[in-house]
T-cell receptor
Framework: GAGVSQSPRYKVAKRGQDVALRCDPI?????LFWYQQALGQGPEFLTY????????KSGLPSDRFFAERPEGSVSTLKIQRTQQEDSAVYLC?????????????FGNGTRLTVT | EDQVTQSPEALRLQEGESSSLNCSYT??????LFWYRQDPGKGPEFLFT???AGEEKEKERLKATLTKKESFLHITAPKPEDSATYLC?????????????FGSGTRLLVRP
């Protein structure tokens, strides 16, 4: 497909477990973003990659959150020792440029539920 | 601090009943204002980008306008398939200008 692909679509984790969320951006897109969306709220910025470089991780809620994009394409968001407050939809988005003046293309997200 | 407020939180319309959604924003310098549509269980889908006050964009039954403090999304003669959450987001100028700051959205329900 031509869009941003995220997997898994749903993830249930017990508190304290580690999880890994995958994002396949649109081929050739330089910029990749992760956003977190709580129920009934708008997405909130987590982190930004330009190719393989993580240029901004200021939105990551704690040091339990880690993101990587080692070859400048696929990205993984990892959450260690999950907590109930981590329950949310995690959205990945990509852009052909640096995200300036060009719309982001979002995936359908991974819904994480921590029990 | 950049901020986006959307109103109303929810809106119910009868098919054909036109209305407007509001997006008020505070940003040190506006690079762009974006409107997205989000269906349940899906990611946001891009609708419009507006860059300067006075600008307007149209797509089918939707028209977006921009002033220095707010944007409106006008929906003319809506249909049930227009039911969705509409999200507004801004990009400011500066070092973090790649970030989108989103509002909480307006949930629109159009009844037949």
């Amino acid at each position: 497909g031509a869009g941003v692909s995220q997997s898994p679509r749903y993830k249930v984790a017990k508190r304290g477990q580690d999880v890994a969320l995958r994002c396949d951006p649109i081929s050739g897109h330089v910029s990749l973003f992760w956003y977190q969306q709580a129920l009934g709220q708008g997405p909130e910025f987590l982190t930004y990659f330009q190719n393989e470089a993580q240029l901004d991780k200021s939105g990551l809620p704690s040091d339990r959150f880690f993101a990587e994009r080692p070859e400048g394409s696929v990205s993984t968001l990892k959450i260690q020792r999950t907590q109930q407050e981590d329950s949310a939809v995690y959205l990945c988005a990509s852009s052909p440029t640096g995200g300036l003046n060009s719309p982001l293309h979002f995936g359908n997200g991974t819904r994480l539920t921590v029990t | 601090e950049d901020q986006v407020t959307q109103s109303p939180e929810a809106l119910r319309l009868q098919e054909g009943e036109s209305s407007s959604l509001n997006c008020s924003y505070t940003v040190s310098g506006l690079r762009g204002l974006f409107w997205y549509r989000q269906d349940p269980g899906k990611g946001p889908e891009f609708l419009f980008t507006l860059y300067s006050a006075g600008e307007e964009k149209e797509k089918e039954r939707l028209k977006a306008t921009l002033t220095k403090k707010e944007s409106f999304l006008h929906i003319t003669a809506p249909k049930p398939e227009d039911s969705a959450t509409y999200l507004c987001a801004v990009q400011g100028v500066g070092d973090s200008s790649y970030k989108l700051i989103f509002g909480s959205g307006t949930r629109l329900l159009v009844r037949p």
